[in-house]
């Protein structure tokens, strides 16, 4: 075909992409309906055609310079990377990571409640039978007996001392609860029982000897977000090891990777969780000038915090158009407009 009739056929389309585009410019790209967002992936996929057509059978032509001038403005609008990953790193955060943590909460309330159950057996145990101390209390934390009973109970040496070893602990048991899923969840459940026994049979000692509110003083303001990223990474694992059980209408292999998606947001949901409590345990935690009423109040704050997170962001439908030009831009060929 001729110039004019390539660009009788075709025209209606440039217009169509040249309007868009300029909708982008007025109001950006996020405030676009749907519609116009995946109609920008076609027209741009077509216009891209027309050029190189043009480039071949029109080499300095008019047309070849604006269809040259759409493309690029276009593609610098569609393959806008760095600012789309942003987008993307949001949405995950604020809209995929809170609803999935709301989707799981089954596993979530096994993996609490098995650390619950834990503690309750190693509390019990304790004030039972005292001597259980030497296999339940790690010796590094049974300095109290030798402390004074009157004036400053938490040595400065040994806040660091117990804060430290209970976020380490923390994060480790973490990671073996998520990493033992595949073992049908059984390891999982171990490793959360196992750790809430442990916490029960510290709170029992400290109990015993008189130091029950100094010792959730110091334990509850990172404790609090550290409990609630295990209960996070206690519930991936169970979402790997579940599928394998029960794959339901999947097969196994389809069910497995479908856990191991979820399971794989429920880790990184736990992260910021374990950050925060770490900065919790490294500066406010060891503050002599900070009253332990005030460190429950710290702790009542990060877990309600936490809990707000859990249960507000990610119900509201994302926007038509929010973060999906490069998606639109990738979809399968369709007829010419």
């Known amino acids: 075909m001729n110039q004019d009739q390539f660009v009788a056929?075709?025209?209606?389309?440039?217009?169509?992409?040249?309007?868009?585009?300029?909708?982008?410019q007025k109001q950006g790209a996020r405030r676009l309906p749907l519609e116009q967002v995946e109609r920008l992936g076609r027209l741009y996929r077509h216009?891209?055609?027309?050029?190189?057509?043009?480039?071949?059978?029109?080499?300095?032509s008019q047309v070849e310079a604006h269809l040259n001038q759409l493309v690029t403005q276009a593609h610098s609008i569609i393959y806008a990377e760095e600012p789309q990953r942003l987008r993307s790193l949001w949405r995950l955060f604020a809209h995929t990571?809170?609803?999935?943590?709301?989707?799981?909460?089954?596993?979530?309330?096994?993996?609490?409640?098995?650390?619950?159950?834990?503690?309750?057996?190693?509390?019990?145990?304790?004030?039972?039978?005292?001597?259980?101390?030497?296999?339940?209390?790690?010796?590094?934390?049974?300095?109290?007996?030798?402390?004074?009973?009157?004036?400053?109970?938490?040595?400065?040496?040994?806040?660091?001392?117990?804060?430290s070893y209970i976020l380490v602990n923390n994060v480790r048991v973490g990671l073996l609860a998520f990493g033992?899923?595949?073992?049908?969840?059984?390891?999982?459940?171990?490793?959360?029982?196992?750790?809430?026994?442990?916490?029960?049979?510290?709170?029992?000692?400290?109990?015993?000897?008189?130091l029950s509110f100094s010792f959730w003083a110091l334990i509850l303001p990172h404790?609090?977000?550290?409990?609630?990223?295990?209960?996070?990474?206690?519930?991936?694992?169970?979402?790997?090891?579940?599928?394998?059980?029960?794959?339901?209408?999947?097969?196994?292999?389809a069910a497995f990777a479908a856990g191991a998606r979820r399971?794989?947001?429920?880790?990184?949901s736990s992260l910021p969780f374990f950050l925060v409590a770490a900065a919790v345990e490294g500066f406010i935690t060891p503050m002599a000038s900070l009253?332990?009423?005030?460190?429950?109040?710290?702790?009542?704050?990060?877990?309600?915090?936490?809990?707000?997170?859990?249960?507000l962001p990610g119900r509201r439908p994302e926007q038509p158009g929010e973060g999906r030009a490069q998606e639109a831009a990738g979809l399968t060929g369709d007829p010419a407009p």
Request: aromatic letters at 10%; hydrophobic letters at 55%; glycine letters at 14%.
């Open 9 to 24: 056929r075709r025209q209606d389309a440039w217009k169509e992409l040249a309007g868009i585009l300029a909708a982008v």
């Open 47 to 60: 216009a891209a055609s027309d050029l190189a057509y043009a480039r071949t059978y029109f080499p300095g």
């Open 97 to 163: 990571v809170p609803a999935t943590v709301r989707g799981a909460w089954r596993p979530l309330l096994l993996a609490a409640g098995l650390m619950a159950l834990g503690g309750l057996v190693g509390f019990l145990a304790i004030l039972y039978d005292p001597n259980l101390a030497d296999a339940l209390v790690p010796p590094e934390l049974r300095f109290y007996e030798a402390a004074p009973r009157g004036g400053e109970i938490w040595p400065v040496e040994a806040r660091a001392l117990i804060g």
């Open 180 to 210: 033992l899923g595949v073992t049908l969840g059984v390891g999982t459940a171990l490793v959360l029982a196992y750790n809430g026994l442990i916490v029960g049979a510290l709170a029992a000692h400290f109990h015993q000897a008189g």
């Open 223 to 253: 404790g609090a977000l550290e409990l609630m990223a295990i209960f996070l990474t206690g519930a991936a694992g169970f979402c790997l090891g579940w599928p394998l059980v029960a794959p339901g209408d999947l097969t196994r292999g």
């Open 263 to 268: 399971a794989a947001i429920l880790v990184l």
């Open 291 to 311: 009253p332990e009423w005030g460190k429950y109040g710290v702790a009542a704050v990060t877990f309600a915090l936490g809990i707000a997170y859990w249960l």
